[in-house]
């Protein structure tokens, strides 16, 4: 072999290896930026997940905050009909709030031995673990149940104001106008 032979020989090895690295080099860093694609997703996930258990325990008040809130509405929309005047209120819950959740309906039947079948349904909650915690899936929170409202204002003498308040409020609130009390204020 000549020399010229042996450098092209030389310089072909070089070009195969520096190919071969750089092959290796474009897969390493493929595989690197799929590793940081992945702890990026974990981190995102993990931040999603507490996001929602957190808004969803800001969103529940307490029956005591709920009724406050409904009393200042109520106050605040009694005031301003025609006669009302300075007005109170005061409602009463029959019940607090109420979580509605998912069921996993599971339909089954027995065969017994005259061939008779009996249909069973069993009702079981959709469980999920949480972090070590075990919560069923809330699919709804339903509002307290109003017994009763009662109003005091100036106008709650006269009988035309005491109908727009009972009409009012029952609109409002969904109750029953026997559920609505209205007073004249001192």
Known sequence: MNIAEKIKEITDRISDKTRLSKKLMLVLVLFAAGLVALLFSELGQSREEKIPQETTTLQKAT?????????????????????AGSTRVMITLESGSEDVYLHNYDYGEDVDEDGAGNREVKNEYVVVDNSGEENGIVIRVEEPKIRGVAVVCEGGGNDYVKAQIISTVTALLDISSARVSVAKMN
Do not use: K
């Open 63 to 83: 029956a005591q905050e709920y009724v406050q809130s409904l009393e200042e509405r109520i106050t605040s929309i009694i005031s301003s009909i025609d006669g």
